[in-house]
């Protein structure tokens, strides 16, 4: 068996490819940093975005309705409008913002405008349409707005997000590298036997392997242009693509150093998603499956497809109770939700297109009134830094490994306690 080789086997070539990453972020923030100076030269700016959230807010007695913008440029925007606005969610419009004093920072991330809206723009879009084809499957509002989630990126009623925060489940509704991992594996098995029967035809020549990855990366890229480019599915489809280009080549793939060089290259080309949360979420969810699979390869493939989704609900329970600091009594139970949702994601995109997509409303609708039973578990980000430093700590030495473990069961012993 030929062994695979390490990404960086010289100290040289790491400091080549920190070099290089340093000029492509360089480049990129001075494209960004042109296109800050460019809103902010005037007083006023026009610009065309699309309208991702509008909800009702009231403040100081009085009700206006607060508009969450993605513009052409990638910017984050927050404004307000009257009460009485129509419902334009994931509709595009042509406003006048008045920008203010921003600083580079808060363009980067997102910062709130005054603004005027010129116009409407009424063209229904593919993505509108789907979520229009959801909304009249299913007669819940809530279940719409879960499948909306789920195929569409859309975001989550409000009020949804703490009850599955509290079912440990956000990060099923939340389109990331799992949902990418289960539209690759079913990708994988529509083409293997059609294309099979082609290439013993027409071109036995050709490797099976690479054109199923060349097909399959097309239809993800495609889907991920389509969700407006989310940033945990660009994390994901980015490890994708370096992934088999390194195994292509004979170099190991379980490994921090791959992780290491997706982020630092996905850092590189777009900064902006150094402020997504969503982000680092989902690149600390790869790194502690790649920690089990460095420290614990010796197990058998059955122990570890068994003991994966322990390992990551416990080592990642600190994040959840740090950032939405919600818990309940079926909190423990997402590791088995999580399983079965493999099942049930591309079930359900099936039952969709057969137009009896409302089969398992009952069963969601049983499933959210079980996480309105929610605590507040908060966790201090004091300890989470100890909780991080100890995770990085254990990728130098395994005898780390095991304070981590401690320390996170510690974490969910306490949680546990709030619920008695």
């Given at each position: 068996?030929i ?5 960086f ?7 080549k490819?920190i070099?290089?990453?340093f000029?492509?972020?360089s ?6 940093f042109?296109?800050?100076k ?12 699309q309208?991702?959230s509008?909800?009702?807010k009231t403040k100081?007695?009085?009700t206006f ?7 052409e440029?990638?910017?984050t ?5 009257n009460k ?6 994931g ?8 920008a203010g004093?921003k600083?580079?920072?808060e363009?980067?991330?997102s910062?709130?405008a005054?603004s005027?809206i ?9 993505k ?8 009249s499957?299913?007669k819940?509002?809530?279940?719409t707005?879960i ?9 989550l ?13 956000s990060h099923l ?5 799992f949902?990418l991992?289960v ?21 036995p020549y050709?490797s ?13 890229f495609t889907y991920?242009?389509?969700l ?15 992934g ?7 170099i ?5 150093q791959t992780?290491f060089?997706?982020?630092v290259?996905?850092l590189?080309?777009?900064?902006r998603l ?5 982000f680092?979420?989902?690149?600390a ?16 493939k059955?122990?570890?497809?068994i003991?994966?989704?322990?390992w990551?609900y416990?080592?990642?329970?600190p994040?959840?109770l740090?950032?939405f600091?919600s818990?309940s ?18 079930l ?5 297109i ?8 009952n069963l969601?609708e049983?499933?959210i009134?079980?996480g309105?039973e929610v ?13 991080i430093?100890?995770s ?7 005898g780390?490994?095991?304070?981590l473990?401690?320390y996170s069961?510690s ?7 709030h619920?008695?």
């Open positions: 068996m062994k695979k080789v390490s990404l086997s010289k100290r040289a070539d790491f400091f490819f070099f290089i990453s000029f492509i972020l480049y990129s923030l001075l494209i960004e042109q296109k800050y460019n809103l902010t030269k005037f007083d006023s700016y026009i610009i065309e975005a309208v991702l509008q909800y009702t100081n007695s009085k309705q607060v508009l969450k913008l993605k513009s440029n990638g910017s925007i927050y404004t307000s409008a009485s606005l129509e419902d334009i969610k509709k595009k419009i042509s406003l006048e913002i008045w004093e600083s580079f920072y363009y980067l991330v910062f709130y005054y005027k010129i116009y409407i723009h009424n063209n229904i879009t593919l509108q349409k789907l979520n229009s084809h959801l909304s499957s299913h819940n509002e809530d279940i707005s499948y909306q989630a789920l195929y569409t990126a859309s975001p009623k409000y009020h949804l997000y703490s009850t599955f925060s509290a079912l440990g489940v509704l939340a389109i990331s590298g949902h991992g539209l690759s594996a079913l990708l994988f098995f529509l083409i293997k036997y059609p294309y099979k029967s082609l290439q013993n035809k027409f071109f050709r099976q392997k690479l054109d199923s990855f060349i097909i399959i990366s097309i239809v993800l991920l242009i389509f407006d480019s989310p940033p945990s599915l660009v994390r994901a489809f980015g490890m994708l693509i370096i088999f280009f390194l195994y292509d080549r004979g190991k793939i379980i490994s921090m992780l060089l997706t982020v290259l996905l590189s080309f777009f900064p150094s402020f997504a949360l969503g680092w979420l989902s690149v969810g790869v790194f502690y499956i790649f920690l089990f699979l460095i420290y614990f390869k010796y197990l058998s059955f122990w570890q497809f003991l994966v989704p322990f990551v416990i080592l990642m329970l994040y959840s740090a950032i600091q818990f009594i079926y909190h423990p139970l997402s590791i088995i939700w999580t399983s079965l949702f493999t099942i049930f994601y591309p359900s995109i099936l039952l969709h057969l137009s009896i997509g409302d089969i398992f409303d969601l049983s499933f009134r079980m309105n605590i507040s578990v908060p966790l201090s980000y004091t300890s989470l830094f100890v909780h430093s100890l990085l700590l254990s990728v130098y030495k395994k780390f490994i095991w304070i473990l401690l069961l974490i969910f012993i306490y949680a546990v306690y619920i008695a």
